[in-house]
């Protein structure tokens, strides 16, 4: 089986990707750090967020399994570890568990919500959004034809699990954690550009099925796909993105 992986520099993420951790800024805000606590930020990325719940005075380690976007967290000063959230071995060691935008490129997500389960103190919270189901569902069926016409299977390199509400309660509550809000928001939302530069930054499993020199025409075909839907009246580009937010407790 292919294993297609996601590749990130952190100078082109901080270029086209930073919106999508400035938007998590209502996340930390129900995160609700406070001064001493020891929180964990999982797929901390390049730390964006990871400073604003450091600037609450907690204790805050991120983890993230791009030694590329670690290197530049440590950059920022920040206290960082590159490593998988598969293989976490964190024992009741955290008051809060956050993640922002980082999940729906993790599985299996059972073994992930195990292991973040593990991770909290009794009594500790789990906040988190991630993409939902139907998140970005035009973007990726266009990538589904542009690499199905090429005659590739793109499930092989669809890097991305997106759970709907229900289905993410039965696993979160599965695995022991009692459920205090779950929701699935649609957020249409503005991309800081043209789609190319979101296709190159947040698409690159899809474009390691062809060789690079077709990179470019399958990213034309994806952006005359998709400009009928998602280019509005007042010539910005709209993701039909869809956020799953949840915050689940450790019984104490
Ligand atoms: C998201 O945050 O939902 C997302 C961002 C880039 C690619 C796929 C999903």
């Avoid at 901390?44 to 791009?66: H, P, Q, Y």
């Avoid at 290197?71 to 024992?91: N, P, S, Y």
């Avoid at 991630?130 to 266009?142: D, K, L, P, V, Y």
């Avoid at 947040?202 to 690079?212: D, H, K, V």
Wanted: aromatic share 8%; hydrophobic share 40%.
């Amino acid at each position: 089986m292919i294993k297609a992986k996601q590749t990130w520099s952190p100078e082109t993420y901080l270029r086209h990707g930073v919106f999508v951790s400035l938007l998590g800024e209502p996340v930390v805000q129900i995160l609700n750090p406070k001064e001493g606590e020891k929180i964990l930020d999982l797929g901390c990325g390049e730390g964006i967020l990871t400073e604003k719940i450091i600037a609450s005075g907690a204790d805050v380690l991120g983890v993230d399994n791009s030694a590329e976007l670690i290197e530049g967290a440590q950059h920022r000063g920040l206290k960082v570890a590159c490593i998988d959230a598969l293989e976490m071995t964190f024992d009741e060691e955290f008051d809060a568990v956050f993640s922002n935008a980082a999940l729906h490129w993790m599985s299996p997500l059972s073994k992930i919500f195990e292991n973040v389960y593990r991770a909290l103190k009794p009594g500790g919270r789990f906040v988190a959004e991630m993409g939902g189901a139907g998140n970005i569902q035009s973007i990726r069926m266009a990538l589904y034809n542009a690499l199905s016409r090429r005659g590739v299977d793109p499930t092989l390199y669809d890097p991305w699990s997106y759970l709907g509400d229900s289905s993410a309660r039965t696993m979160l509550e599965r695995v022991g954690f009692q459920v205090r809000s779950i929701n699935l928001i649609r957020r249409p939302t503005d991309l800081p550009g043209d789609i190319g530069p979101w296709l190159e930054t947040f698409a690159g499993s899809f474009m390691q099925a062809i060789p690079e020199d077709l990179h470019e025409g399958l990213i034309d075909e994806v952006r005359d796909a998709l400009q009928p839907t998602l280019f509005d009246p007042h010539n910005k580009w709209v993701a039909d993105y869809v956020r799953l937010r949840f915050k689940v407790i450790k019984p104490a």
